[in-house]
């Protein structure tokens, strides 16, 4: 019995693929294109035919079915390589190639040793710690006049961050500055 066959009302039935529900539709308006109880799409898209009708020795038609599934799955991997070379990090656009597949567990190895990992302001994705910047030479503090010091040392370390999907860079004062700054506050007041 196929997915489709003929009642004596004149009406047709359908078995959905996805929940196996049963849909009766009238010969007047047509087949159902999608199911009316799970909503997934019915026929050619993401669904594979089957024929039952005793043509199982019709070896000519399995085999070119075969080669049209093969011939499917290189077009396919043929447009994950034109859509690589479309998408290329140099026009600043975030691709899904297999590279970029690697990375990402890399990534996540590396925000899973960080001691902090803040979110991009731009995509909010999680930002990899890039390396400590000492300020000193051309740095010229800003004394407060409440309190008559600098609130940050001279020199002082900051933190960049860059982020691994838009490859925006934040900068934050180190934890060991952020501490001496929150000291010199407290000293004062």
């Avoid at 020795?57 to 290189?74: K, L, P, V």
Wanted: proline share 5%; net charge negative.
């Amino acid at each position: 019995m196929g997915p489709t066959e003929s009642t004596e009302q004149g009406q047709d039935k359908q078995i959905c693929q996805w929940c196996l529900t049963e849909i009766i539709w009238d010969e007047e308006i047509g087949p159902e294109t999608h199911c009316p109880h799970c909503e997934n799409e019915l026929g050619g898209y993401r669904s594979l035919q089957i024929g039952m009708n005793g043509d199982e020795g019709d070896d000519d038609s399995s085999a070119s079915q075969h080669q049209d599934a093969s011939e499917d799955d290189e077009d396919w991997l043929d447009e994950d390589e034109e859509q690589d070379e479309r998408y290329s990090e140099e026009e600043g656009f975030r691709g899904g190639s297999r590279s970029r597949l690697a990375a990402e567990g890399v990534i996540q190895r590396i925000l899973d040793e960080q001691l902090e990992a803040p979110e991009c302001p731009a995509c909010r994705e999680y930002m990899l710690d890039a390396g400590l910047q000492t300020i000193d030479s051309g740095f010229r503090p800003t004394e407060s006049k409440a309190i008559g010091i600098p609130i940050v040392p001279n020199p002082f370390r900051i933190v960049w961050y860059v982020c691994p999907a838009c490859y925006h860079t934040s900068s934050f004062l180190s934890l060991n500055d952020r501490e001496e700054m929150l000291n010199r506050l407290a000293e004062r007041s």
